[in-house]
């Protein structure tokens, strides 16, 4: 595709419960960030993959965040025990490593836990 | 009423001013500086950035200004337009930090009347 894509756009879902984000890169980015935006705030780095290397996790604000990659294509972030903390936009974004720091990001996806 | 976490500093201009956006940022190790711009329910679209060893640098309609001395930033819109009405972010990627890893601001909420 032309962008990043993300999906679903919108997930509502019951505290307690466990939700999966989706995202594809822009073909060719060899560099994979998600975000978190929290209403009327600015975004908060959670993790950044790379290649093969290890991926950076520090702004994962807790054990019950994680995120896996696929090679160099599609990532989801797994978000168990949902709390209503967690309620924000998703976002991801996609980079050519190493050239830019230009990110390009999806959409997001809005999750509103209840 | 007003929702916790709105509260983000407005800009309000006419069609056709110059709009101008401040940013302060904290790290004084930061070596490189991004302003984004994100409209509703869209992710952020990157507009112009720059580097620590520049105090301004222009794009097309827009100027980013950089005061190391007192770590201050700015966005000057020239000829605003309707279709600038968005949230604006800076973002700092601090010195040895990951490409990408960056550091956001609060944002700033320009309205542009016709």
């Known amino acids: 595709g032309a962008g990043v894509s993300q999906s679903p756009s919108n997930k509502v879902t019951e505290k307690g419960k466990d939700v999966e984000l989706r995202c594809d890169p822009i073909?060719?980015?060899?560099?994979l960030y998600w975000y978190r935006q929290r209403l009327g705030q600015g975004l908060e780095f959670l993790i950044y993959?790379?290649?093969?290397?290890?991926?950076?996790k520090s702004g994962l604000p807790s054990d019950r965040f994680s995120a896996e990659r696929t090679g160099e294509s599609v990532s989801t972030l797994t978000i168990q025990r949902t709390q209503q903390e967690d309620s924000a936009v998703y976002l991801c974004?996609?980079?050519?490593?190493?050239?830019?720091?230009?990110?390009?990001f999806g959409s997001g996806t809005q999750l509103s836990v209840l | 009423g007003e929702s916790v976490g709105l509260h983000l500093p407005t800009l309000s201009v006419q069609e056709g001013d110059n709009s101008i956006i401040n940013c302060a940022y904290s790290?004084?190790?930061?070596?490189?500086f991004i302003w984004y711009k994100q409209e509703s329910g869209k992710g952020p679209q990157f507009i112009i950035d720059?580097?620590?060893?520049?105090d301004k640098r222009q794009g097309q309609r827009v100027t980013v200004l950089l005061n190391k001395t007192v770590k201050h930033l700015s966005l000057q819109i020239a000829a605003t337009q309707p279709g600038d009405s968005a949230v604006y972010f800076c973002?700092?990627?601090?010195?040895?930090?990951?490409?990408?890893?960056?550091?956001f601001g609060q944002g700033t909420i320009l309205t542009v009347h016709p």
């Open positions: 974004a996609s980079s050519l490593e190493g050239l830019t720091e230009k990110l390009f």
């Open positions: 073909s060719g980015h060899t560099a």
């Open positions: 993959f790379q290649g093969n290397s290890a991926p950076d």
């Open positions: 790290n004084s190790a930061s070596d490189y």
């Open positions: 720059i580097r620590s060893n520049m």
């Open positions: 973002a700092e990627n601090p010195k040895g930090a990951s490409y990408g890893k960056l550091t």
